[in-house]
């Protein structure tokens, strides 16, 4: 990462160019200049000193703070349209719009920049060395964004940068498209190193990919939109199921392995939730303000319930599983199966209220199905804008939206730790008085220090969504606010 400091506190987080570290490095006239479709577009090139801040909330006397640099294209190439040979790959967990990023891709190199060399790594990183390529053209990936999954295939692991690097020299590849989560995103860091190690002419592009929108920095992530609306169906046959039985209850597990955010915004939108659990807020079960309180005194008052709970919460409750899968990441317990029984387990020993439960799991449902029209444009943009970056130079820098705005961010930034809801947030409040649970914390037990974890002017904590902290430790209560 590059930094360039200007006045009144002016910080840019600069992306890696091939210039570099590549001398006397040619450029080109951008096809753009001739492309009829942008030929009626005013000032469509973007200036160079355009960048965008990661804070708008400021104070009269803050200094300007971080930038990142504007996506875009730019009056000059660095590649010339013929010696383009590019390749995509997709990795980690399926996720709502990933063929629609494959498909924008492939169509931004051909209709914009004239490049006809695009392959596909089957099978994710472990591909690049063990698996044949798959060519893609725009006829081949014309209708695929209406499908669910990835047409060329993903996996978890497999990343080995020396065989990796050597594929890519061997090939001739010199344009990477890396789709995928913080931990693919690490991986692309380490390909860009080594690349740049060898002194290759190859530009490295990461779209981020995350369906629990836990990555640093960017407003969203795509699919996030997609996984939210789907889990209402999900949330809507557990309140039909509820209703329609004496002390109904209807439980759904959402993804949320380090964070609650496809949880609590698919609360929010559902309205028919009466609890939402997320790993950022522990929760207990027994004693006074306690979940099977809340849920004895709700069922007392409207016979049913509907309770929300993302996949992570709650694992400190559950026996401990030293296991990862093959990203490394941390092999959770299914939470959903658990507090189901919990729950079952407590009303059937207190004999008073015969409780009827039902349980819902659409994870893969969610996971597997195409992106909806929201996510569709928001994939469409990132592509583009990553198509943009690769083919004026830049090099180690993902495609990501940051305060509505696209711009080019550092592989570092987005790989530092995880984008996680802030309980102290207005966004989480809202939840709270919609659901009217108890957010079994105390203020008390809150601290400055916990919650601000930057330099960022007071307001920064009443940001309302999209919150880049780190979460806070809290110490549980059996008090309710």
Known sequence: MKVVTGEFGYILQDVPHLADYIPDLPTYPNPLRSNPAYSVVKQYFVDMDDSVPQKIVVHRDTPRGVHFRRAGPRQKVCFASEEVNACIVTCGGLCPGLNTVIREIVHSLDYMYGVSEVLGIDGGYRGFYSKNTIPLTPKTVDDIH?????????????????????????????????????????????????????????????????????????????????????????????HVEAQSAENGIGVVKLMGRYCGFIAMYATLASRDVDCCLIPESPFYLEGQGGLFEYIEKTLKENGHMVIVIAEGAGQELLAAKDEQDASGNKLLQDVGLWISQKIKDHFSKQGKLPITLKYIDPTYMIRAIPSNASDNVYCTLLAQSAVHGAMAGYTGFISGLVNGRHTYIPLNRITEGQNKVVITDRMWARLLSSTNQPSFVETKDLNDDDVRKDDAPPTQMLDDAGSSGDGITVKMTNQPL
Do not use: C, W
Not at 189 to 197: G, M, T
């Open 146 to 238: 209406k499908r669910g999954g990835t047409i060329i295939g993903t996996s978890r692991g497999g990343h080995d940068t020396m065989k990796i690097v050597d594929s890519i020299q061997d090939r001739g590849i010199n344009q990477v498209y890396i789709i995928g989560g913080d931990g693919t995103q690490k991986g692309a860091a380490v390909i860009y190193e080594e690349i740049r190690k060898r002194g290759l002419k190859v530009a490295v592009a990461g779209i981020p990919k995350t369906i629990d929108n836990d990555i640093l920095v960017i407003d969203k992530s795509f699919g996030f939109d997609t996984a939210v609306e789907e889990a209402q169906r999900a949330i809507n046959a557990a």
